[in-house]
Every structure is written in C-alpha cells, then in structure tokens.
C-alpha cells in the first residue's frame, strides 16, 4: 500500500514539475517577444529621419548574427520561423525595395551621409506565427 502511494505520488510530483518547465519557458518566451518587439516597434509609431534607420538596421543585423540566422549565397539573411529580422527601404527615386543586406554592404556613412536627414516610416510590419516576434519591416522614404 505505502509503495503504491510512493509511486503515485512520485508520478504526480514528476508531472507538476513538467508542467511547471513548459510553463517557465513560454513566459520566457514571451517575455523575450515582447521586449524584442518594443525594441523595434518604437520606431513605427512615428516617422524617423535616416540615421534612425540606419541604427535599426544595425540593430537587426546584430540580432541576426547573434541569433545565427544563415544566409545564402547572395549573402542575404535566411528566413526562420522564430527569431530572423529582416528590415525592407523603398526609396522615393526607385519603385524598388532594397533589403538591409544591400545598405549595409554599401556601408552607412554612405547612407547616412545621403539621407541623414530624409524621413522614413514603416508601413508594413510582419510577426513569426510560432515566437510572435517582429519578422518583417518595410520602410518608404517619405
């Protein structure tokens, strides 16, 4: 009898402390979402002027690198289901967007000497379905 109530309890005890690991870890991801995502989106409530933007990217592309995203062989950012950042500028002269990637191989003294002082605003904005943090952003000149 006792051995059976040993074993119950032990089985209980395992299955508290089961659920309790699945839970702390979706609140740290949660938690780890939310920050990510108040980091970048305060730069779409308002418009920002081009140094800004440049700091985003750079900001993007750290997180990119520590996050490991791979890229391919145009040396742009592979796209995951968690944690990848890509950051998309329309510019007024091109109906073209031009990917993160391009910027910052040109280097940024270079854009930020061409549009320190031109304004963007994002007008598009994507979340990862699994993590529901910031995937996409897209940024016209205006």
């Given amino acids: ?10 089985i ?17 991801l949660t ?3 939310n920050q990510t995502n ?14 800004s933007l ?13 996050n490991e995203i791979p890229k391919d062989e145009k ?3 592979i796209e995951n289901e968690e944690n990848s950042i890509k950051i998309e500028i329309k510019f007024l002269e091109s109906d073209k967007t031009y990917p993160m ?7 940024s003294e270079e854009f930020i ?7 963007f605003i994002c007008t598009k904005k994507e979340y990862h379905k699994t993590t529901k943090q910031i995937k996409y952003m897209l940024f016209e000149q205006i």
Wanted: aromatic share 14%.
């Fill in 38 to 51: 108040q980091e970048y989106e305060k730069y779409t409530q308002t418009s920002i002027i081009g140094s």
């Fill in 1 to 10: 009898m006792k051995k059976n109530l040993f074993v119950i309890l032990g």
């Fill in 75 to 77: 040396n742009y950012y």
């Fill in 101 to 107: 990637e391009d910027i910052s191989r040109l280097g």
């Fill in 31 to 33: 938690i780890l979402a």
């Fill in 54 to 66: 440049m700091s985003l990217i750079n900001k993007a592309t750290n997180q990119n690198e520590k």
């Fill in 113 to 119: 000497k061409n549009y320190n002082r031109m304004n």
């Fill in 12 to 28: 209980f005890i395992l299955i508290v402390a089961i659920c309790s690991f699945l839970y702390y870890n979706y609140r740290k």
